[in-house]
């Protein structure tokens, strides 16, 4: 099916724009060691990749009280935040495609806002954004929450945008916004988990969103 041109884009960031898999596995690791709960493998912290940390640690601690699934989330974040993002990179063709994508654009992931722009800023990508939304404080995906943050912050309507993702929870949080939603093949997500939720669109490359829409 031939992707027409949208006047808003939104994009998931991790597995979508970057591929942070070796620095996000590589944090939470880490926290798992601290807290006695090593041998996970990476190919499964993966899955989570997208979705809030407390449901990876409630699933892989289910005896740990809130007090200290939430100590485990501050460890993360300031293990992550101290790799540098050195084995993160962009995905091949990403910043082609959205230096030459048309339309405004937003982020709507579940990495908090600042952390969002830092790493945008990092890797070159920022300029190319009109906002940057994250998870600040709200549900994060599956629900809809982070998505309707940033078409309000666009003053957009859902049916003017397609939100690009690779997870079924960023297919479910696209449907419950009402938006169009467009997965990526390359990603960490689950392919039939994102099929069920039935996209209007797959891709394996971001330039394909522009080449659609010139077509």
């Given at each position: 099916m031939s992707i027409p041109a949208y006047p808003v884009y939104l994009f998931d960031l991790d597995g979508t724009l970057l591929d942070s898999a070796a620095d996000i596995?590589?944090?939470?690791?880490?926290?798992?060691?601290?807290?006695n709960r090593p041998g996970v493998e990476d190919a499964f912290l993966r899955t989570y990749i997208g979705?809030?940390?407390?449901d990876l640690f409630e699933h892989l601690l289910p005896h740990y009280s809130a007090a200290q699934i939430d100590q485990m989330i501050q460890d993360y974040r300031a293990i992550y935040a101290a790799r540098r993002h050195t084995m993160t990179?962009?995905?091949?063709?990403?910043?082609?495609?959205?230096?030459?994508?048309?339309?405004?654009?937003?982020?709507?992931t579940t990495k908090g806002t600042p952390t969002t722009r830092l790493v945008l800023d990092m890797f070159g990508l920022l300029p190319y954004f009109h906002h940057v939304q994250g998870t600040d404080g709200f549900p994060a995906k599956p629900a809809p929450d982070v998505i309707l943050k940033?078409?309000?912050?666009?003053?957009?309507?859902?049916e003017?945008?397609?939100?690009?993702?690779?997870?079924?929870?960023?297919?479910?949080?696209?449907?419950?916004a009402g938006v169009r939603t467009c997965a990526?093949?390359?990603?960490?997500?689950?392919?039939?988990?994102?099929a069920?939720?039935?996209?209007?669109?797959?891709?394996?490359?971001?330039?394909?969103?522009?080449s659609a829409g010139r077509g």
């Open positions: 596995c590589g944090a939470i690791q880490q926290v798992l060691v601290q807290h979705r809030h940390l407390l990179r962009t995905y091949p063709g990403a910043a082609e495609a959205l230096a030459a994508l048309g339309g405004r654009k937003s982020t709507a940033a078409l309000e912050a666009l003053a957009a309507n859902p003017d945008c397609l939100f690009v993702g690779d997870s079924g929870a960023d297919m479910e949080a696209g449907r419950r990526v093949r390359y990603g960490y997500g689950d392919h039939a988990e994102m069920r939720h039935e996209p209007d669109f797959w891709i394996d490359d971001l330039r394909e969103l522009v």
